[in-house]
């Protein structure tokens, strides 16, 4: 069984700061997508990296595949309260087309 | 259209009612998906559909039925549930069932689903 393990489960931090979330794997996805999900809501995708050591960035968010397609990387520069939410990382299989999803990490950002 | 739409967003049922709940989109997706999301928890796959055919039951108990009428449309019937069922219900769709890891889900915005 494929799993994601995100850390940290939860972070709150003050507006303009830095952060940065972890998802992590034993197993080897063919890519990995990264969702942001409001209370009530549906999760919205935000990037999906493919390549090993793919690095994207979006504004302010700048997402890193690791090398070995085993794990990945969400860094957020300045944040903001609108970054609060849900992320999500999820991946999908070599040998399974399911879409796996990690454990979550709750953003909060104090204004 | 980019959008996947859900309906009803709330719904209060007893453990002896039937009720059903819809997803449609057009964008001209052909795989599209349930997923059961409890409170402070990821989302759980529950079925795939692909090209209108249900490719992937994750052990589903049978008081959840899934039905695809057309390649817009997605209905998951409800029948004599559990207070143990009360969650989010996610619909998904994507380009394909192959590629969706690659180009990406879109969700609805879900029904939060109470049983009493």
């Known amino acids: 069984t494929q799993l994601l393990e995100q850390s940290p489960q939860f972070l709150s931090i003050q507006e303009g700061e830095n952060l940065t979330v972890y998802c992590n794997s034993s197993s080897v996805f063919s890519s990995l997508q990264w969702y942001r999900q409001e209370p009530g809501e549906g999760p919205v995708l935000l990037v999906t990296?493919?390549?090993?050591?793919e690095v994207k960035k979006l504004k302010r968010l700048t997402f890193q595949f690791g090398d070995a397609r085993k794990d990945s990387s969400l860094h957020i520069t300045a944040a903001q309260p609108g970054d609060t939410g849900l992320y999500l990382c999820a991946g999908a299989g070599d040998s399974s087309y399911k879409l796996i999803f990690g454990s979550g990490t709750r953003l909060l950002v104090r204004p | 259209d980019t959008e996947v739409t859900q309906t009803p967003k709330h719904l209060v049922m007893g453990m002896t009612n039937k009720k059903s709940l819809k997803c449609e989109q057009h964008?001209?997706?052909?795989?599209m998906y349930w997923y059961k999301q409890k409170a402070k928890k990821p989302p759980e796959l529950m079925f795939v559909y692909s090209y209108e055919k249900l490719s992937i039951n994750e052990s589903v108990p049978s008081r959840f039925s899934p039905e695809c009428p057309n390649s817009s449309l997605l209905n998951l019937h409800l029948h004599a549930l559990q207070p143990e069922d009360s969650a989010l219900y996610l619909c998904a769709s994507s380009q394909d069932w192959g590629t969706g890891g690659a180009a990406g889900y879109t969700f609805g915005s879900g029904t939060r689903l109470t049983v009493v």
């Open positions: 964008m001209g997706h052909r795989a």
């Open positions: 990296v493919v390549t090993g050591g």
